[in-house]
């Protein structure tokens, strides 16, 4: 069974930390782009950061210079450290990946979604 399992969210204070780690597991290979996007509530999912299978990244404008994103090919894992949060980060966090499973073609896979809250 192939999945994608996220963990590291919860509730942080403005200006915290967090390090969210998505790892992808079953018969996969050849695993291509990683991302993270996330969803607030009433708003639509959005782009938050991306990774090639070797490093080149991209982030959004809203995030630059706070978040990075990362990844561990030889785990199938992806990071996301996020810095200096603000409320407006607070959103459901997903994880996708690009990659093939045996007798079907390459496609996006996403994660559960974990929440992370931003507030005092």
């Known amino acids: 069974q192939v999945q994608l399992v996220e963990s590291g969210g919860g509730l942080v204070q403005p200006g915290g930390s967090l390090r969210l780690s998505c790892a992808a597991s079953g018969s996969i290979f050849s695993i291509a782009a990683m991302a993270w996007y996330r969803q607030a509530p009433g708003k639509e999912r959005e782009l938050v950061a991306r990774?090639?299978?070797?490093?080149?990244?991209i982030y959004a404008d809203s995030v630059k210079g706070r978040f990075t994103i990362s990844r561990d090919n030889a785990k199938n894992t992806v990071f996301l450290q996020m810095n200096s949060l603000k409320p407006e980060d607070t959103a459901v966090y997903y994880c996708?990946?690009?990659?093939?499973?045996?007798?079907?073609?390459?496609?996006?896979?996403w994660g559960q979604g974990t929440q992370v809250t931003v507030s005092s």
């Open positions: 990774i090639t299978s070797v490093g080149s990244t």
């Open positions: 996708n990946a690009n990659f093939r499973v045996p007798g079907f073609p390459r496609a996006d896979y």
